[in-house]
């Protein structure tokens, strides 16, 4: 604990910095602002946008899928004194210093979560806030949202209730364990419950938490609609009227908190039935069902944002559906039409994604390639690149896999290839580092890769697919791609 609270201090002074520098120049000139489409990314877009917003400095931001040296130089090449990279930009330290090299106006902040390369740094006018700097896993104890986060309360003077931004953006980020945060999470756990803004239950994991009706959490809870359950809504009713479950209570939709306990015991073991019949494991549905819930207590009672894990789902959605605007102003607090749009976001999201997983189970071999232990997605351009990594997780955690260390997806990116991987439980038991690998595959092929030990990717030119599969082999027999 001393040195968890050490860390915190070492970090927020230097936020304080950072956060100084922001509104030194925002009260000059625009702010440049580049983040990650993902969950987290578009969390920490939200956190800092909003911060500006009520200090009213001006600032341009751009959601990305991916940052490459041709896109760096593009970014740099813009008339602007800051520029500010969020949730990305760890692991192109030296592409970034390489072009301020030939810039002496120019300053950058780097505050990511991501393991960073190992460069010598120059500040400035490159700053870096990064959690691994002071002892700090970025992979499970804070997100690039948590980072940000620590900016925000520095610029507008203080906690909120933004603190939940940072907490949604680490469960879009998959870093709640069995046991709930550790690290800088638990302490933004604690805050929050503390400022009266975060309730934190043992339930029913079912989208929008235990007040939202409880035919479309049923259809919206992501494991279930990746099972090919409740695609209807009539499959929700008929689930219900078997248990006896009244669908309306007092004129409104039931609701999950309406059950009794035995009511709740009954949905639940019907579902793990179901989950069962679709040959998944019950354990595996007891894990991901039944757990912690953790709850915006500024939201209304029903609003689909109230849990945060479904949030983060409504974000993600956003992102990988060509409509990170709207991720950024759900993040950022807006809601009306914001939400109701992001919800019809996330339907044609959760679509797109089962067509894809059903694309995949079906396969005769044309897009999966079996090979030393490792599952490979070819997804060409049959599937999207900003699904590929949603599908390389929901493939890796399946029954699918269970036989392999890691599933790796490559699938085309404009003119490039995008590869996602991500560790089985049998590649975690292995004491496999993605980050190191997913670094050396895609460099000996000229492209570039990184991210965390359990899940990784990166970019290679088109036509090197064969070659990087070769040089993913071939490191997984060297010693430096293990712990």
């Given at each position: ?28 000139a625009?702010?440049?602002?580049i ?9 920490a877009?939200?956190?800092?946008s ?14 990305v ?27 192109y ?10 810039e ?22 490159l700053y ?15 997100s ?8 925000y ?31 800088i ?13 975060l ?11 235990p007040d ?11 494991d ?5 359950l ?25 609701r ?24 998944e ?42 409509r ?51 599952l490979?997605l ?106």
């Amino acid at each position: 604990m001393e040195d968890l609270d050490k860390a915190w201090n070492s970090l927020n002074s230097k936020a304080k910095k950072i956060a100084d520098l922001i509104y030194e120049v925002g009260k000059k000139a625009p702010v440049r602002i580049i983040t990650h489409i993902d969950a987290d990314g578009l969390c920490a877009g939200g956190l800092i946008s909003r911060a500006l917003r009520r200090l009213k400095v001006p600032f341009h931001l751009s959601p990305v899928k991916f940052l490459s040296k041709d896109l760096i130089s593009e970014i740099m090449s813009e008339k602007y004194g800051l520029f500010v990279y969020l949730d990305l930009g760890a692991g192109y330290l030296k592409e970034i210093q390489e072009v301020l090299g030939s810039e002496d106006k120019k300053k950058v902040l780097i505050l990511d979560h991501h393991p960073p390369v190992k460069v010598i740094r120059k500040e400035p006018p490159l700053y870096v806030l990064n959690p691994f700097d002071d002892g700090i896993n970025g992979s499970y104890e804070i997100s690039g949202a948590g980072v940000a986060y620590l900016v925000y309360r520095h610029l507008v003077g203080g906690d909120d209730e933004s603190v939940i931004m940072a907490i949604t953006g680490a469960l879009g980020d998959q870093q709640a364990g069995d046991n709930g945060f550790s690290g800088i999470n638990s302490k933004y756990i604690e805050l929050a419950k503390k400022l009266g803004f975060l309730e934190v239950k043992r339930d029913l994991r079912l989208f929008g938490g235990p007040d939202y009706p409880l035919v479309p959490a049923l259809q919206r809870t992501y494991d279930l609609v990746l099972l090919g359950l409740f695609q209807e809504a009539k499959d929700a009713v008929n689930l219900l009227e078997r248990l006896k479950i009244p669908l309306k209570i007092e004129n409104r939709p039931t609701r999950l908190s309406d059950l009794t306990i035995d009511q709740k015991r009954e949905l639940f073991n019907e579902i793990v039935k179901q989950i069962v019949s679709k040959g998944e494991s019950g354990l595996s549905a007891l894990t991901n069902l039944f757990g912690e819930v953790y709850l915006a207590v500024s939201e209304p009672v029903g609003s689909p944002a109230r849990e945060l894990n479904g949030l983060s789902t409504l974000l993600n959605a956003c992102g990988r559906m060509g409509r990170p605007d709207l991720g950024i102003a759900l993040a950022m607090g807006f809601r009306g039409s914001v939400l109701e749009s992001a919800l019809q976001t996330l339907s044609d999201y959760r679509k797109t994604l089962a067509r894809a997983l059903a694309q995949i189970m079906e396969d005769s071999g044309k897009i999966t390639r079996k090979e030393e232990g490792v599952l490979f997605l070819l997804g060409g351009e049959t599937i999207k690149d900003t699904m590929i990594g949603t599908i390389t997780s929901i493939i890796a955690k399946s029954k699918f896999s269970r036989e392999y260390l890691m599933v790796i997806g490559l699938t085309k990116s404009d003119a490039a290839i995008k590869i996602s991987a991500r560790l089985t439980d049998n590649g975690i038991r292995a004491g496999i580092n993605l980050d190191h690998l997913m670094r050396k595959g895609c460099g000996r092929v000229g492209g570039i890769g990184g991210g965390h030990k359990h899940a990784a990717g990166g970019y290679i030119p088109e036509g090197e697919e064969e070659n990087f599969i070769r040089a993913v082999l071939k490191c997984l027999n060297e010693a430096e791609t293990l712990e």
